[in-house]
């Protein structure tokens, strides 16, 4: 039994798989292991920033919760890189669409991340260093999304450290550049992967339609979130 911790990941012996699936919320992450693993089982309680492990179409996976923005989701894929071993990362969350053509529950995949934070520079890259997903797990992922007749959209998204901007402008800029959609951490999980020669991928549903004003409910988000779930599990246990 395996007596591996970290200062936010306390597995207790339970097993964590090379690959993961990485919800913002940690109910989410509760809610994906009882809903579609095999014999789930609680790995993390710390912080109550759930995980489970269990079996997937006969194959390992875990899913954790990483709560919300960058150093969130900085410090546990760092952790589970490094301590535990974990190999592909798949954030699964929801963006704000900021072009015209990108509907409410279209699903959204993160060719690269365009930050507004300073996470990269630790890394110190004598440029700028531009997080991109893995092309291994995209290619996966878009065939996956294509086989299921769900309309995806492929590109650069914006993790932001920034919810309320006083600065009302500065979308519509990233906009202008042709950015997808708004969330708030896969630049950080692109770069720690990077750092450490791992993979790692964003899939979101759009929960907000920043162009046009609209938004959804969270019940009514349900049917889109399946989609993106599925699609990653496919391409993670494939
Ligand atoms: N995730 C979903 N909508 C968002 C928004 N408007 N800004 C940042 N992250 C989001």
Known sequence: MSTLSTPHIKPDGAPIAESILLPGDPLRAKFIAETYFENPVCFNEVRNMLGFTGTYRGKQVSVMGTGMGIPSISLYSYELIHTFGVKQLIRVGSCGGMQEGIDLYDVVIGQAASTDSNYLSQFGAPGTYAPIGSYRLLERAVAHAREAEQ?????????????????????????????????????????????AGVDALGIFTVSDDLVGGRHTTPEERQTAFTAMIEIALATVTE
């Open 151 to 195: 309309t995806v959209h492929v590109g650069n998204v914006l993790s932001s450290d920034i919810f309320y901007n006083a600065d009302e402008s500065a979308l519509a800029r990233w906009t202008r550049m042709g950015i997808l959609g708004v969330e708030m951490e896969s630049a950080g999980l692109y770069a720690n992967a990077a750092a």
